[in-house]
């Protein structure tokens, strides 16, 4: 199965952007790249998710390189409420199961 | 948006007891639906993959006839753990979606199981 890469934590300050890389160097042509978030003891929480260009919606913005091998997910202001793990995720290759990296742990600082 | 809810949210049962585990689709009727599986501090590992009306498909590794899932319908599937033991403690989670929504995947909240 194609393998995702991310930081396992990183540390951000109330109120300003974050910037959580995601390597996916074998990810197929035609797969979209999924994030998630998730507290302790509850299921994932959608994100944002794309294909080739960015993507923006309320909670994030999602930059995906030209070559796709790689993704940012962008919190514009980060809040206590955004301290989370991220998950960047993408298909199986057995099917539309998503398969998750190990996940970065961020710490918003007030 | 789409909504599934999974119970319970946490069960303690006794070794060699089988405990079930549910997931409803509560607005949108799931033609699959992935279960996975999450140790403390890991990330989530895809244990199953279930089709309605059909056998579900297993990853490597997974013993089918431990973890059972049925999907008699498009709004249940079910995760029976049988004959469970202390190292099936876990935090079992469902998703369901399809592959190209504008929504993503919706997942359950999880259920918590201690084997005692």
């Known amino acids: 199965d194609a393998k995702t890469t991310q930081p396992n934590s990183m540390e951000s300050n109330e109120e300003e952007p974050v910037h959580l890389p995601c390597n996916h160097s074998?990810?197929?042509?035609?797969?979209?790249i999924h994030w998630y978030r998730q507290l302790p003891s509850q299921g994932p929480e959608y994100v944002i998710h794309g294909l080739t260009s960015n993507v923006n919606n309320r909670m994030a913005s999602l930059a995906i390189a030209e070559d796709r091998k790689s993704s940012t997910l962008i919190l514009h202001r980060a809040t206590l409420r955004d301290a989370a793990v991220y998950y960047c995720a993408h298909f199986s290759n057995s099917g539309y199961a998503l398969n998750f990296g190990k996940g970065t742990s961020l710490l918003v600082t007030p | 948006g789409a909504v599934v809810s999974q119970h319970p949210s946490w069960v303690i049962c006794k070794s060699g007891t089988s405990v079930k585990i549910e997931c409803r689709s509560l607005?949108?009727?799931?033609?699959?639906m992935f279960w996975y599986r999450q140790f403390p501090k890991q990330s989530l590992m895809l244990m199953a993959t279930?089709?309605?009306?059909?056998?579900?498909?297993?990853e490597q590794g997974v013993e089918k006839d431990k973890f059972l899932i049925n999907h008699a319908s498009l709004t249940l599937s079910t995760l029976t753990v049988t004959s469970a033991h202390p190292e099936d403690s876990s935090f079992y989670i469902c998703?369901?979606?399809?592959?190209?929504?504008?929504?993503?995947?919706?997942f359950g909240s999880g259920t918590r199981l201690t084997v005692v």
């Open positions: 607005d949108f009727q799931a033609t699959t």
């Open positions: 074998t990810i197929s042509g035609t797969d979209y």
């Open positions: 279930s089709n309605e009306g059909s056998k579900a498909t297993y």
């Open positions: 998703s369901s979606g399809t592959a190209y929504t504008n929504y993503g995947y919706t």
